[in-house]
């Protein structure tokens, strides 16, 4: 059962490789991630400011035959585990496993999922009471831009550098 809130909330939808841990192709093994500085620190912050926090990540790599979906979801597993350890926490972890061209099987395919598609997005916003008026995306490329434009949420650009500090001067020191 998902949870709700009893009124909407605010929700960040953060993108994965590139916003908190670096991007080195396809990751998908614990010790392959390497996070972002000050990611752990912002995940806490949006969580102690009351924020939804949705991780939406396009995973070709399964498309590609590269992991399995149950891989990613241990990795996602171990990664909210590291994030609730330093006071933080996923709510819900979103992926498409798609890919319109490269892949194999049932995963080479268009879809509504993949960034910059709201897939996602979307979805969450329905399974979850969100204030769409109060919630933004982080991502780095322009897909997860135009993802959160269609889904009718501010889209920010991170471009590496400190999460942290990057979310303080969307949020503000006082606000939620």
């Known amino acids: 059962m998902t949870p709700r809130s009893a009124s909407p909330r605010p929700a960040a939808f953060l993108d994965r490789d590139g916003v908190l841990n670096h991007d080195h192709g396809y990751v998908h093994r614990p010790q392959d991630i390497v996070w972002v500085a000050g990611a752990k620190s912002a995940v806490r912050l949006l969580h102690e400011r009351g924020y939804w926090i949705f991780v939406v990540t396009n995973q070709a790599g399964i498309a590609r035959g590269l992991y399995g979906e149950t891989d990613l979801r241990g990795l996602h597993a171990w990664m909210d585990g590291e994030l609730r350890a330093a ?33 996602m997005l979307l979805r969450a916003m329905r399974e979850y009471q969100v204030d769409a008026t109060r919630s933004f995306l982080i991502g780095d490329r322009d897909s997860d831009l135009a993802a959160a434009q269609t889904a009718g949420v501010r889209g920010h650009m991170f471009a590496g550098g400190d999460l942290y500090d990057f979310v303080l001067r969307l949020i503000g020191p006082n606000s939620a």
């Open 87 to 119: 006071g933080g926490g996923i709510d819900a972890f979103y992926y498409c496993p798609h890919h319109p061209t490269a892949g194999e099987g049932k995963y080479t395919r268009e879809c509504d999922c993949r960034k910059p598609a709201p897939g």
